[in-house]
């Protein structure tokens, strides 16, 4: 479920469905109007941008603006083996909008080795962020 908001001290909010529901408002975006406003997408996290990507072609169809987008979390992965950037880089790049997350995976490492209770998974986080993530990140 992705949350869009409104630029204006929130004054409108929907919410969408990665598949069509036929109970309840039904369709995949429920909530107010986008049509003619600026909207902020928000987002848990993101890896490839493929959410991110299909949540902008549905605001843009019904009419938004989209002036950005906001993740909880940036797992800072290689979209492709031939796309050697970042998701956030890429759909930057691909829609001139800004994309900010609000932790990373490297701040996420930091505070796992900075705890004793979750420092035996330092290594497994290096792991995967050596396997799976951009190397400037």
Do not use: W
Request: charged residues 25%; proline residues 1%.
């Amino acid at each position: 479920m992705r949350y869009i908001f409104c630029e204006q001290c929130i004054t409108f909010f929907l919410y969408f469905f990665q598949e069509k529901k036929d109970h309840g408002e039904g369709g995949v975006l429920v909530g107010a109007s986008v049509e003619g406003k600026r909207v902020l997408i928000v987002d848990d996290v993101i890896t490839a941008g493929t959410a991110i990507r299909e949540a902008i072609k549905l605001l843009e169809a019904a009419g938004a603006i989209v002036a950005g987008v906001v993740i909880a979390l940036d797992r800072a992965e290689i979209v492709s083996e031939t796309v050697q950037k970042s998701a956030i880089q890429s759909v930057q790049e691909e829609y001139s909008i800004p994309v900010v997350n609000i932790i990373a995976l490297k701040h996420l490492l930091s505070y796992v080795g900075s705890s004793k209770d979750l420092a035996e998974y330092v290594q497994t986080v290096e792991t995967y962020r050596n396997q799976y993530g951009v190397k400037d990140k």
